[in-house]
């Protein structure tokens, strides 16, 4: 069974507002939470979406792995652990795309994508896979309720 992610109320509400805010490219980060075996996410970091300064970004999405490191080591000073990786499709339904399966660095870690359509959040689905060689499988993604 893949592992299942939980977001409390204010997280939640971050991602939307951070997925908003990313459009109209994709906006991408980590998921932070504590410790554990039960996946929860209590703070949300954006990373840098490097292709914006190719003058891409629109429909794909990379971030430096300096910065990912940087930011689960700082995490770690706060003892929470990285929980997941969010990444925004804009205009597009939140299902991972070609690009998304052609990288190795999306595997082993629970894939969040935010849906946002004209800049507003639509939707959200989580996806795993063991190993890059495996397809992406949905995975329960628990939201409070408005
Ligand atoms: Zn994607």
């Not at 689905?125 to 499988?137: G, S, Y």
């Amino acid at each position: 069974m893949p592992p299942s992610i939980t977001f409390t109320a204010d997280s939640w509400e971050n991602l939307k507002t951070l997925s908003e805010q990313a459009y109209p490219f994709e906006g991408c980060g980590l998921l932070l939470g504590p410790f554990a075996s039960e996946k929860q996410v209590l703070r949300i970091v954006t990373l840098r979406n490097m292709l914006k300064e190719e003058g891409r970004g629109r429909f794909d999405f990379s971030f430096s792995p300096k910065e990912f490191m940087e930011a689960q080591l700082a995490a770690e000073k706060q003892q929470l652990d990285v929980v997941g990786i969010f990444h925004t499709h804009p205009d597009h339904p939140p299902r991972p795309s070609p690009t998304d399966a052609s990288q190795p660095m999306l595997a082993g870690w629970i894939n969040l994508i935010a849906s946002v359509h004209g800049g507003k959040f639509k939707e959200a689905k989580a996806w795993w896979r063991d190993d890059e060689q495996k397809p992406f499988v949905e995975t329960a993604l628990i939201v409070p309720l408005a």
